[in-house]
């Protein structure tokens, strides 16, 4: 299945080099580009794409902004943020507005397409170090659980198990490492995972790791 993407960002030189980049590939199709977050907006309902690579600092609206009107809109869109910085504290912001992921602007064209590929198929992009990094540098602004009373509500509807694989996916560790740490099949932790998200409402594992971290259940260090 064709992957369709969109392009947010305000630069020309990043959306043609971009575009260049995944028209190359087979399974990708770039079928749009945006200028600023309020037309990043637009174009999702217009033309329905599986991935949005989304810059933050744009004029009018920015990406996070944009992110969050994407996101509340049920769509099925998944953002994957575009940063110049690999700590920037709008990254973390825009993590908690719903993002899937996010990646620097100099990837390589295959970090680029690869990370598309992981965020369209209803993954996280969290795995890298430097995703890791960022969470738990900007998770340290909150050092009391932040969860509204909804979510409270929903975190004590998760079972022991649940609660522990929720943690190990705020480490970072994927389905298969989290299944050779508590020794099961991976299917019962895609089970697991899968039971998590439906409870607490969220949309995918980089969703699941913010919450984990605002309910400190994982603590910076």
Known sequence: MTIRVLIADDQMMIREGFSVLLGAMPDIEVVGEAVNGREAVDRVRELGPDVVLMDIRMPEMNGIEATREIVASGGAAKVLVLTTFDLDEYVYQALRAGASGFLLKDASARQLADGVRVVADGEALLAPSVTRRLITEFSRLSQEPSLSPTAQAAYGELTERETEVLVLIAQGLSNAEIAARLVVAESTIKT?????????????????????YEARLVIPG
Not at 198 to 211: I, S
Request: no cysteine; aromatic share 4%; charged share 25%.
């Open 192 to 212: 697991h995972v899968s039971r998590t998200l439906v409870k607490l409402g969220l949309r995918d594992r980089t969703q699941a790791a913010v919450f984990a």
